[in-house]
């Protein structure tokens, strides 16, 4: 018989592999978090502008420049800062966000097919295709976010810069950029069958033969037949919980016999007198 090259691998359950699960749950969340961070304007903000109130600031985007306050939550969307857009990061920033929430969306798609939770097996290939896009689409989200934040204070706009701050965009930018990056590398390890096939939930199947012969191998425990003491309870109404005769009669091995009683031996050869303590 010709032996086999290759291994042959199997699944013990037909649920759905852990890593696609994780690759699956991070990714949507990631995108959303991406989505946010391009469209909100708060890469930065500038506090205590000359001749403005201070509950007055500026939040500053990739895409639009607000003007906000502490004391209403309505902002004014309407500035305009050539000075800001012109800056060598701003264009660059927009290009990449936009991008990385199209292949994101791409890597979905291509992923959910190879998923398959509901057949068999997955399409280990196309599932890695799609986690390799969605790993691609948070490093894109990365880079932007990195450099923006890299030269912060050295921006320009026009609005005097006295105090610079981060803004929020820069912090969902940067867990959304990190959940595709795993997101997309559990995926992408699918492909490959290390840590044993563990991660993939596959077995060999000669490591599943030999430990099913193993186990049918294996003598099975002998059964002890222990001696029943049950003993059954009286059915008249009784403060007694059962009958001496019941105690006698419901056992079920050997009793030792009682032994019988010497009749004792009456004198016949006295001939005296009975007297009334006799009687």
Request: glycine letters at 8%; one cysteine or more; hydrophobic letters at 40%.
């Amino acid at each position: 018989m010709p032996r086999r090259s290759t291994q042959e691998w199997i699944r013990l359950s037909l649920r759905t592999p852990g890593i696609l699960i994780f690759g699956m749950v991070l990714s949507p969340c990631g995108w959303i978090l991406n989505l946010t961070a391009t469209v909100a304007p708060n890469w930065r903000t500038l506090h205590n502008l000359p001749a403005t109130p201070s509950s007055d600031f500026i939040q500053q985007g990739i895409f639009q420049i607000c003007r906000a306050t502490t004391v209403d939550t309505r902002d004014d969307c309407s500035l305009q800062d050539t000075a800001y857009f012109n800056n060598q990061v701003i264009e660059p920033a927009q290009g990449l966000m936009v991008a990385s929430l199209i292949v994101t969306l791409i890597g979905l798609a291509v992923a959910i097919p190879g998923v398959r939770c509901w057949t068999e097996r997955p399409n280990w290939l196309i599932a890695g295709l799609g986690g390799i896009l969605i790993f691609l689409s948070g490093v894109m989200t990365i880079i932007p976010i990195a450099w923006y934040t890299h030269i912060l204070d050295e921006i320009t706009s026009v609005t005097p810069l006295t105090d610079v701050r981060v803004g929020y965009c820069i912090i969902l930018g940067y867990i959304g950029g990190i959940f595709e990056i795993l997101a997309g590398f559990v995926m992408f390890i699918g492909i490959c069958r290390c840590c044993g096939g563990k991660n993939r939930g596959e077995r060999r199947l000669e490591d599943v033969a030999a430990a099913r012969y193993n186990h049918q191998k294996q003598p099975q425990p002998r059964r002890l037949d222990v001696p029943s003491l049950n003993r059954a309870r009286s059915a008249a109404s009784s403060s007694v919980p059962y009958s001496k005769d019941s105690m006698d009669e419901d056992v079920s091995f050997p009793r030792a016999k009682t032994p019988t009683p010497t009749p004792r031996s009456v004198n016949t050869s006295y001939g005296g007198r009975p007297y009334d303590a006799d009687l």
